[in-house]
């Protein structure tokens, strides 16, 4: 089986890529072979500072590697170092209808966001990701929920490419946890936590313990004192639960439980605490390990080796297919 997934390299990773996605992907690497990408390709589609970019990079290598990415079990490695996925896209490119690019809820809502700079590469973002996920002849992609409408357009793009040219690609599955797979934003509890909304939004999987409190505290949460698990009608405490139920390993229904008497202060006092020895690994891994560039990069650059074997491989064959050999 094989596995690949892929995380922007746009600063701050929060708890919500790490719930969403990340989480899963150590389990993983023992059960399949892993593909794991900093996908910069897909970064530079919004408005970006070039100069943090190689920094950005780092900083996500480090969080895979913090978060149990072992080097010698999966590959970790730049999308763009590895030219074969802009020449997949481009092949995908040609069999994948604007119409379908359009209806990306991704697309919608970034297009709004960044009204002045709608670019192509926003609109063809989808085809970059499903040449990641085809380059592989992956068979499973863990990530978010926001993710899943671009795995099904992936899958369709396969299905589409198969039945013109050929059985040519392994058709891939998204897989998506059951809890978590969309936390939302602290400050504002109907919106996903995503790193456009603004720190306030999220924690980062590198703050230190006084923001982490701070930002727990100041917490969005909903009229009424009860702590109980009901998105529609208690949005923030719900997404709080899921959060501490997340790195507790407690059911929510245990949690309700333990705080029936409890008021919201108490609850975010302990999920404070909870979050800030949860994350104690990443802020002790993430200062070793950024001592260590030439041993990061060196674990980039055999990943990159790695990944570009199995890259052009799949690519000639690909293009075989199409009569471009
Ligand atoms: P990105 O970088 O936005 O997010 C990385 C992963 O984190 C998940 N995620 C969340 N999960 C739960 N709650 C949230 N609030 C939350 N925010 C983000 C995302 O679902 C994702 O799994 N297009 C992808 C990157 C990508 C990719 C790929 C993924 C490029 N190529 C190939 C898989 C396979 C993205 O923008 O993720």
Redesign the pocket.
């Known amino acids: 089986m094989r596995v690949?997934?892929?995380?922007?390299p746009?600063g701050n990773?929060?708890i919500?890529?790490?719930?969403?996605?990340?989480r899963q992907w150590p389990e993983l690497q023992e059960k399949a072979e892993c593909i794991f990408?900093i996908?910069d390709l897909?970064?530079i589609t919004v408005p970006y500072q070039p100069k943090k970019l190689q920094e950005n990079v780092l900083d996500a290598a480090i969080c895979y590697l913090a978060a149990g990415i072992n080097p010698e079990k999966s590959i970790l490695f730049v999308?763009s170092e590895v030219k074969e996925h802009t020449e997949l896209a481009w092949l995908l490119n040609t069999i994948t209808p604007i119409g379908e690019l359009q209806r990306m809820t991704?697309y919608k809502d970034k297009s709004k966001q960044f009204k002045k700079s709608v670019n192509a590469g926003l609109l063809n973002?989808?085809i970059?990701?499903a040449a990641?996920?085809l380059l592989y002849q992956?068979d499973v992609?863990?990530?978010?929920?926001?993710?899943k409408q671009?795995?099904e357009l992936?899958r369709e793009i396969a299905k589409k490419f198969n039945s013109k040219f050929g059985k040519t690609f392994k058709i891939p599955k998204a897989q998506i946890p059951a809890i978590?797979?969309?936390?939302?934003?602290l400050n504002s509890p109907k919106n996903?936590?995503?790193k456009s909304l603004g720190p306030d939004c999220?924690i980062s999987l590198f703050d230190e313990p006084s923001i982490i409190r701070k930002k727990t505290m100041s917490a969005v949460t909903d009229t009424g004192r009860k702590i109980i698990y009901n998105p529609k009608k208690k949005p923030g405490i719900s997404n709080l639960l899921t959060i501490y139920s997340l790195f507790s390993n407690k059911s929510i229904k245990q949690l309700e439980k333990d705080f029936r008497n409890k008021g919201y202060s108490d609850f975010k006092k302990s999920l404070a605490n909870l979050l800030v020895n949860s994350l104690s690994s990443f802020r002790e891994k993430r200062k070793k390990l950024i001592k260590r560039e030439v041993y990061v990069k060196e674990i980039l650059k055999q990943g990159r080796k790695k990944a570009q074997n199995i890259a052009q491989l799949n690519i000639s064959e690909i293009k075989k297919k199409m009569g471009l050999i």
């Open positions: 690949f997934s892929g995380i922007q746009t990773l929060h919500g890529n790490y719930l969403g996605a990340i990408s996908v897909h970064a999308q991704q973002y989808p970059l990701m990641d996920i992956t992609v863990p990530v978010g929920k926001d993710q671009h795995v992936t978590g797979s969309k936390i939302m934003a996903k936590m995503s999220y």
